[in-house]
């Protein structure tokens, strides 16, 4: 079997669609549905089914997928470490990863950090939710990643050590123009009638659960893709979310930020390979602190 078909797999599973695979993987879809059944052929076994928005791996694809991602990713380090031979550039580069709102400003601000100590050193920043990241970590794509504990929570995995970095309060972002900007901290009954915007289930739980404890719902009529979409349609008037406060620094200039009365939390973490750790992990992980313990507002 060739990797290039396992690659081809991998991404549709990823996106969750033919065409988008194909359009990543600079592919035409035809060309991409072939090799999915040529790999079904050689296996013996159907990999994907259709359902209402695109694709999924069957639970012969989901075993099929873990394998080939492990494989895959030793066969992407075997060909960067005989490069860097060959190149002359023995350093072993830091691949980190980090949710979207910790991308944004803490997990940056520890490398920059950690560069001024550790010197020289290659490194990238990969963006993803905590279970895509923790999945990164365990085949091998990433030497560290910063996560958070938000619905559905972290896995207790033995392949990697956990440890906490620190709490973070959800607080309400809202467009500049709303008559609770510039307050200070407010009930969430005051916020019940509001349209709320989520982007991912694990902050939708988190307010909800909120919601109900305070004795009222919240409606989320509006979804946007990603926070990126989710601030735009808060800037523009469309709703109200709840974001992570560690994000308040990296807002853009026409939304603020509310603080709740007894706010929702989710605890920050780092996950990391128990088999050979990268050097730079523990450096990294004193500096996240520091850089958590600052405050944001």
Not at 114 to 129: D, E, T, Y
């Amino acid at each position: 079997m060739e990797l290039t078909v396992w690659r081809t797999f991998v991404t549709v599973c990823r996106l969750g669609s033919l065409s988008a695979a194909a359009a990543e993987l600079n592919h035409t879809q035809s060309a991409v549905s072939r090799q999915i059944a040529g790999l079904e052929r050689q296996l013996g076994v159907p990999l994907m089914e259709r359902h209402a928005r695109g694709v999924r791996p069957t639970p012969a694809g989901e075993v099929f997928r873990r394998h080939a991602l492990a494989t895959l990713s030793e066969a992407d380090r075997a060909v960067r470490a005989v490069r860097d031979m060959r190149d002359g550039a023995f350093d072993r580069p830091l691949a980190v990863g980090a949710t979207p709102s910790l991308a944004a400003g803490i997990v940056p601000e520890a490398i920059r950090a950690l560069l001024k100590k550790a010197g020289s050193l290659r490194w990238s920043l990969l963006p993803g939710l905590s279970a895509q990241l923790h999945d990164r970590v365990i085949v091998g794509d990433l030497d560290i990643a910063v996560v958070t504990d938000a619905p559905p929570g972290l896995p207790n995995d033995p392949r990697v050590d956990r440890r906490f970095v620190g709490l973070d309060d959800m607080v309400v972002v809202l467009p500049v123009g709303h008559p609770q900007a510039g307050g200070g901290p407010v009930h969430m009954q005051t916020l019940a009638d509001q349209t709320w915007v989520e982007d991912n289930d694990g902050s939708a739980v988190l307010l909800r659960q909120h919601a109900a404890r305070a004795g009222v719902s919240a409606r989320i009529d509006l979804t946007a893709a990603d926070l990126l979409g989710k601030l735009a349609l808060v800037a523009t008037g469309h709703a109200i979310a709840l974001i992570p406060g560690v994000l308040t620094c990296a807002l853009r200039a026409d939304v603020t930020t509310v603080p709740l009365v007894d706010p929702p939390t989710r605890g920050i973490y780092t996950i990391t390979p128990r088999r050979d750790p990268h050097p730079c992990a523990a450096p990294l992980l004193d500096q996240l602190a520091t850089a958590f313990a600052v405050p944001r507002h």
